[in-house]
């Protein structure tokens, strides 16, 4: 994002050079590339950006407005020598903000490495796996030497101790240790009994800890799951299957021309391999240009199953069932390579505003097949509920889905 005050010079420049000499650009490409500028930004804006990257494009014209209102400002009110003064002056003032700026230290840097040590120091010659519930999840990994997958997007503490609640032991027999790395704000609680409520303290607590900054804003905390080295046996009653949980039927051929119209674009593989989606289910796939990933049901002796080859992630919408109380949601997935699966739940809120929130994060290694058990929590104002496969990486195959 651009820094505060090369934003509000580059704001105020803009609005200056449209007031004074907007009429003059009669050229349509000036405004075309104005408008395409504006098309880009806002429609990032319209898809959540995150990502500093996503704001970069707006230096070029924060340089032009700057250099703008520096060169043609409104310094012709003032006498020529006053006006030169003020011009140099707004200059010399962006100039030292920028180097101060530049010279700033945190001093809660070298804990945060200090702290990634010492999960590095744990988690050495074991098996293990980094979930980042956080922006630094790239210097986490990095500091750390530990694998982390990270969420879409960020998920509040209070929601992720929530989906923790008896869903840890997806973990067991896979890894020797989970590490959790979430960012607890000033005014967010995080108890013993809170942890308590999850699992043992003996298998799951704070590892560790660090403010972010020196005002102690944001704090920087790792939780550990010490897993259990086999898995447990699933239950025999898992519930009933959801709507074609079984795949066991396809959308029309018309339907699937659509498809291949439409999002054959950005999933160019279904356009030159015959492919199935399952009926009631909606499959769709990252926006952000063409990608090499596919989705189609496959036969797999007498039952079907999807599968996913994810290049750029590929999202795939259960269909919708009642969750105004706890339901547990079951699964069976093999995967071909590694796989980073996100499971993700829409939320419609009491003034009918949706919301997609990350519910739990797996990785499932090449070759290994998993039946998954998850608790999904209640919501009394929200009748009814989608659950999202949000493949993030990888190839999978899904089958056997219910709820109980």
Same mark, same amino acid.
């Given at each position: 994002?651009?820094?505060?005050?090369?934003?509000?010079?580059?704001?105020?420049?803009?609005?200056?050079?449209?007031?004074?000499?907007?009429?003059?650009?009669?050229?349509?490409?000036?405004?075309?590339?104005?408008?395409?500028?504006?098309?880009?930004?806002?429609?990032?804006?319209?898809?959540?950006?995150?990502?500093?990257?996503?704001?970069?494009?707006?230096?070029?014209?924060?340089?032009?407005?700057?250099?703008?209102l520096l060169k043609r400002g409104p310094w012709h009110f003032l006498p020529e020598k006053n006006a030169k003064l003020a011009m140099d002056l707004l200059f010399a003032g962006c100039l030292l903000a920028g180097t101060l700026r530049c010279l700033y230290y945190n001093p809660q840097e070298k804990k945060i490495v200090d702290l990634c040590s010492?999960?590095k120091a744990d988690a050495a010659g074991k098996s293990v796996i980094g979930l980042a519930y956080t922006s630094r999840f790239s210097q986490i990994s990095y500091y750390s030497g530990?694998?982390?997958?990270?969420?879409?997007?960020?998920?509040?503490?209070?929601?992720?101790?929530?989906?923790?609640?008896?869903?840890?032991?997806?973990?067991?027999?896979?890894?020797?240790?989970?590490?959790?790395?979430?960012?607890?704000?000033?005014?967010?609680?995080?108890?013993?009994?809170?942890?308590?409520?999850?699992?043992?303290?003996?298998?799951?607590?704070?590892?560790?800890?660090?403010?972010?900054?020196?005002?102690?804003?944001?704090?920087?905390?790792?939780?550990?799951?010490?897993?259990?080295?086999?898995?447990?046996?699933?239950?025999?009653?898992?519930?009933?299957?959801? *709507? %074609?949980?079984? #795949?066991?039927?396809?959308?029309?051929?018309? &339907?699937?021309?659509?498809? $291949?119209? !439409?999002?054959?674009?950005?999933?160019?593989?279904?356009?030159?391999?015959?492919?199935?989606?399952?009926?009631?289910?909606?499959?769709?796939?990252?926006?952000?240009? *063409? %990608?090499?990933? #596919?989705?189609?049901?496959?036969?797999?002796? &007498?039952?079907?199953?999807? $599968?996913? !080859?994810?290049?750029?992630?590929?999202?795939?919408?259960?269909?919708?069932?009642?969750?105004?109380?706890?339901?547990?949601?079951?699964?069976?997935?093999?995967?071909?390579?590694?796989?980073?699966?996100?499971?993700?739940?829409?939320?419609?809120?009491?003034?009918?505003?949706?919301?997609?929130?990350?519910?739990?994060?797996?990785?499932?290694?090449?070759?290994?097949?998993?039946?998954?058990?998850?608790?999904?929590?209640?919501?009394?104002?929200?009748?009814?509920?989608?659950?999202?496969?949000?493949?993030?990486?990888?190839?999978?195959?899904?089958?056997?889905?219910?709820?109980?």
């Amino acid at each position: 994002m651009l820094w505060e005050p090369v934003g509000i010079l580059f704001l105020i420049g803009m609005i200056y050079f449209l007031v004074r000499d907007g009429k003059k650009f009669r050229d349509l490409r000036f405004w075309f590339g104005a408008a395409a500028l504006c098309a880009i930004f806002f429609g990032r804006v319209y898809f959540h950006i995150t990502p500093g990257r996503y704001y970069s494009i707006l230096v070029f014209p924060a340089l032009f407005f700057l250099v703008y209102l520096l060169k043609r400002g409104p310094w012709h009110f003032l006498p020529e020598k006053n006006a030169k003064l003020a011009m140099d002056l707004l200059f010399a003032g962006c100039l030292l903000a920028g180097t101060l700026r530049c010279l700033y230290y945190n001093p809660q840097e070298k804990k945060i490495v200090d702290l990634c040590s010492r999960i590095k120091a744990d988690a050495a010659g074991k098996s293990v796996i980094g979930l980042a519930y956080t922006s630094r999840f790239s210097q986490i990994s990095y500091y750390s030497g530990v694998e982390c997958i990270a969420p879409e997007r960020p998920l509040p503490l209070s929601e992720l101790l929530i989906h923790l609640r008896g869903n840890l032991s997806v973990y067991d027999g896979d890894f020797d240790a989970v590490y959790w790395v979430v960012e607890v704000k000033k005014n967010e609680t995080l108890t013993p009994e809170m942890l308590r409520m999850i699992a043992p303290p003996e298998r799951f607590g704070v590892f560790g800890g660090e403010y972010l900054d020196r005002h102690r804003k944001k704090k920087l905390v790792v939780l550990r799951y010490l897993p259990l080295p086999e898995r447990q046996k699933m239950p025999e009653d898992r519930g009933e299957l959801v *709507k %074609n949980g079984d #795949f066991s039927k396809a959308q029309s051929e018309k &339907d699937l021309a659509r498809i $291949r119209n !439409d999002m054959g674009k950005r999933m160019t593989r279904l356009q030159t391999e015959k492919f199935v989606f399952p009926a009631h289910w909606v499959i769709e796939c990252s926006l952000a240009g *063409k %990608n090499n990933s #596919f989705a189609s049901v496959v036969e797999r002796g &007498d039952t079907q199953a999807l $599968r996913v !080859d994810a290049n750029g992630y590929v999202f795939c919408i259960v269909p919708s069932f009642p969750v105004e109380t706890e339901r547990t949601f079951s699964f069976h997935v093999k995967a071909e390579r590694d796989a980073v699966i996100q499971i993700s739940r829409n939320v419609r809120y009491p003034d009918q505003s949706l919301g997609l929130h990350p519910f739990y994060l797996l990785f499932i290694k090449a070759g290994k097949e998993r039946d998954y058990r998850l608790q999904i929590p209640a919501y009394s104002f929200f009748p009814f509920g989608e659950l999202y496969f949000w493949i993030q990486s990888g190839t999978v195959e899904i089958s056997d889905v219910r709820v109980k």
